[in-house]
């Protein structure tokens, strides 16, 4: 299982956010997420929105830092990517 997570370069809300990713499963990115604490309503399309100030906890807990494109990269190389106005389905 290898879950990534990109800078917090993405302002929001007063703060700063990571997007957390899978390459493999939304299931394993659930389980990752639930794993830390993670509350559900931060999934948003295809990504957990985290917050910069539990960036590091993330990386701790086994996330593997890359850039945002990488990320992009990744959920799209997976069939994973959900664009902004499309549906689940």
Same mark, same amino acid.
């Given at each position: 299982?290898?879950?990534?997570?990109?800078?917090?370069?993405?302002?929001?809300?007063?703060?700063?956010?990571?997007?957390?990713?899978?390459?493999?499963?939304?299931?394993?990115?659930?389980?990752? +997420?639930? %794993?830390?604490? $993670?509350?559900? &309503?931060?999934?948003? #399309?295809?990504?957990?929105?985290?917050?910069?100030? *539990?960036?590091?906890?993330?990386?701790? +807990?086994? %996330?593997?830092? $890359?850039?945002? &494109?990488?990320?992009? #990269?990744?959920?799209?190389?997976?069939?994973?990517? *959900?664009?902004?106005?499309?549906?689940?389905?």
């Amino acid at each position: 299982m290898t879950i990534y997570i990109d800078p917090p370069t993405w302002p929001g809300h007063g703060r700063m956010w990571s997007h957390l990713v899978s390459d493999v499963s939304y299931d394993e990115l659930h389980a990752f +997420a639930e %794993a830390l604490g $993670v509350p559900r &309503r931060a999934f948003e #399309r295809d990504h957990y929105d985290i917050p910069s100030h *539990r960036y590091a906890d993330v990386v701790r +807990a086994g %996330a593997v830092e $890359v850039s945002s &494109r990488e990320v992009v #990269r990744l959920l799209r190389g997976a069939g994973l990517r *959900r664009a902004k106005g499309r549906g689940w389905g």
